[in-house]
């Protein structure tokens, strides 16, 4: 939206300072004005900008969950404004989005990535409290959204956190669903994301199943004599993704590690209970349950080529939904 500024100035039988200051007063009036203009955005571009290390801040925020920490869920209707003003963002309408968080204590934020100079859409805390355990969104804002990395027990499941954002860093179009609190935070499970539906986590992935896009959950298991694995892959109670999980179970074994397949063998930890693969299996949406050993994820050669393996499987998204 252009704006216009018109100042009318009379200057009659005034002194010349009077002319000057008057003059002064002009120049100032249309500095504003244009200040203004330039402050002006449109509905694509959220208000608040930040240049930021992606990778430092998603980590930072990490780092501090700790499982004795409180956790009170969002009620439904903050759950059902959180997902009506996601819905928005993926419509490129980020002045609705934003009008939607604001009462909830939540705010979109664009970051540029100081790395590699790519952007990002974040719903997060406006401050600390109750919200900054809700879990954070950061969505590609240089495309469209067309695949999803979750991590739904970050701490918990050691190095989950750095293995999304690993893959949010490495490869466009995609973005990462977060949860804020240490799985074992609140009372009776109540942060336990990947097994309740009440969770800010489980709406915004629920939103982008409606959208349908594809998404990888992250998960970590202890390495055990019943687990002579790296990678236990599934597609949990969904079974429209069996095409990109063998795909995804070649990579990792071309590339060394050992994986169990759910879908053709009995595996332990096969996530058939995990309630985002029950909402994709109703929204006929691609969902992957990804379990990997402490050396798959994290720091090595293990986690090296289990990323590889994940990042060949978004790529294929990514082109698929060009």
């Given at each position: 939206?252009?704006?216009?500024?018109?100042?009318?100035?009379?200057?009659?039988?005034?002194?010349?300072?009077?002319?000057?200051?008057?003059?002064?007063?002009?120049?100032?009036?249309?500095?504003?004005?244009?200040?203004?203009?330039?402050?002006?955005?449109?509905?694509?571009?959220?208000?608040?900008?930040?240049?930021?290390?992606?990778?430092?801040?998603?980590?930072?925020?990490?780092?501090?969950?700790?499982?004795?920490?409180?956790?009170?869920?969002?009620?439904?209707?903050?759950?059902?404004?959180?997902?009506?003003?996601?819905?928005?963002?993926?419509?490129?309408?980020?002045?609705?989005?934003?009008?939607?968080?604001?009462?909830?204590?939540?705010?979109?934020?664009?970051?540029?990535?100081?790395?590699?100079?790519?952007?990002?859409?974040?719903?997060?805390?406006?401050?600390?409290?109750?919200?900054?355990?809700?879990?954070?969104?950061?969505?590609?804002?240089?495309?469209?959204?067309?695949?999803?990395?979750?991590?739904?027990?970050?701490?918990?499941?050691?190095?989950?956190?750095?293995?999304?954002?690993?893959?949010?860093?490495?490869?466009?179009?995609?973005?990462?669903?977060?949860?804020?609190?240490?799985?074992?935070?609140?009372?009776?499970?109540?942060?336990?994301?990947?097994?309740?539906?009440?969770?800010?986590?489980?709406?915004?992935?629920?939103?982008?199943?409606?959208?349908?896009?594809?998404?990888?959950?992250?998960?970590?298991?202890?390495?055990?004599?019943?687990?002579?694995?790296?990678?236990?892959?599934?597609?949990?109670?969904?079974?429209?993704?069996?095409?990109?999980?063998?795909?995804?179970?070649?990579?990792?074994?071309?590339?060394?590690?050992?994986?169990?397949?759910?879908?053709?063998?009995?595996?332990?930890?096969?996530?058939?209970?995990?309630?985002?693969?029950?909402?994709?299996?109703?929204?006929?949406a691609r969902f992957l349950h990804v379990?990997?050993?402490?050396?798959?994820?994290?720091?090595?050669?293990?986690?090296?080529?289990?990323?590889?393996?994940?990042?060949?499987?978004?790529?294929?998204?990514?082109?698929?939904?060009?």
């Amino acid at each position: 939206m252009k704006h216009t500024c018109t100042t009318d100035v009379a200057i009659t039988r005034q002194s010349h300072l009077t002319r000057i200051l008057v003059q002064i007063g002009l120049v100032l009036a249309l500095f504003g004005c244009q200040s203004a203009t330039d402050r002006s955005t449109d509905d694509s571009t959220p208000h608040t900008r930040e240049l930021v290390d992606v990778r430092s801040r998603i980590l930072a925020y990490t780092a501090g969950l700790e499982p004795d920490a409180a956790y009170t869920p969002p009620d439904d209707t903050q759950r059902e404004r959180v997902a009506e003003s996601v819905g928005h963002l993926l419509d490129g309408d980020t002045a609705p989005a934003e009008r939607l968080l604001a009462p909830l204590g939540l705010k979109l934020t664009r970051l540029t990535d100081t790395q590699s100079g790519r952007r990002y859409d974040e719903i997060a805390a406006a401050r600390p409290g109750r919200a900054a355990h809700w879990g954070r969104l950061y969505l590609t804002a240089d495309s469209d959204v067309r695949w999803n990395a979750q991590v739904p027990h970050p701490v918990s499941d050691q190095d989950t956190e750095r293995l999304g954002v690993r893959l949010l860093e490495d490869n466009p179009g995609g973005s990462l669903v977060l949860a804020g609190a240490h799985r074992e935070a609140g009372r009776d499970g109540a942060a336990d994301v990947a097994h309740r539906e009440d969770s800010l986590f489980h709406t915004i992935v629920v939103e982008l199943q409606k959208r349908d896009v594809p998404g990888v959950q992250l998960h970590g298991f202890a390495k055990d004599s019943d687990r002579p694995y790296e990678a236990v892959l599934s597609t949990g109670a969904a079974r429209s993704t069996l095409t990109e999980a063998a795909a995804l179970a070649d990579g990792m074994q071309a590339d060394g590690l050992r994986v169990c397949r759910a879908w053709s063998a009995r595996c332990p930890l096969e996530g058939t209970t995990n309630v985002q693969g029950k909402a994709a299996e109703r929204h006929h949406a691609r969902f992957l349950h990804v379990e990997l050993s402490p050396k798959a994820r994290g720091d090595g050669n293990d986690a090296d080529a289990a990323a590889r393996a994940l990042s060949g499987l978004v790529t294929t998204w990514n082109s698929a939904r060009r």
